[in-house]
């Protein structure tokens, strides 16, 4: 899977903004493990101390939120990009 990050995020692996992601199991769960593995600095900024994606992140696949695909049981067979958004606050 094609992994797409934000500039804010792209910092911790050396700028690059596209990677490659490849989880053992096509499931928002293997994708989240895969991260853990493959990219921990990453990992750590969209997830929390328990796995979970945190509140102001959204992570999409081909443009639907894993949040609506996990739950659905979380296949996401098929899934080639992974799109990576953080939300913005301000005032």
Same mark, same amino acid.
């Given at each position: 899977?094609?992994?797409?990050?934000p500039?804010?995020?792209?910092?911790?692996?050396d700028?690059r903004?596209?990677?490659?992601v490849?989880?053992?199991?096509?499931?928002?769960?293997?994708?989240?493990?895969?991260?853990?593995?493959?990219y921990?600095? =990453?990992?750590? !900024?969209?997830?929390?101390?328990?796995g *979970?994606?945190?509140?102001? $992140?959204?992570?999409?696949v081909? &443009?639907?939120?894993?949040?609506? =695909?996990?739950? !659905?049981?979380?296949?996401?067979?098929? *899934?080639?990009?992974?799109? $990576?958004?953080?939300?913005?606050a &301000?005032?």
């Open positions: 899977m094609r992994l797409v990050l500039a804010s995020l792209a910092e911790a692996v700028g903004r596209v990677l490659q490849v989880p053992e199991a096509p499931t928002v769960d293997g994708l989240l493990a895969a991260l853990r593995i493959q921990p600095r =990453i990992f750590t !900024r969209i997830c929390d101390e328990a *979970g994606v945190r509140r102001y $992140v959204n992570i999409y081909d &443009g639907e939120d894993i949040r609506d =695909i996990a739950s !659905r049981g979380g296949s996401i067979v098929g *899934g080639t990009e992974v799109l $990576v958004l953080q939300s913005v &301000g005032g």
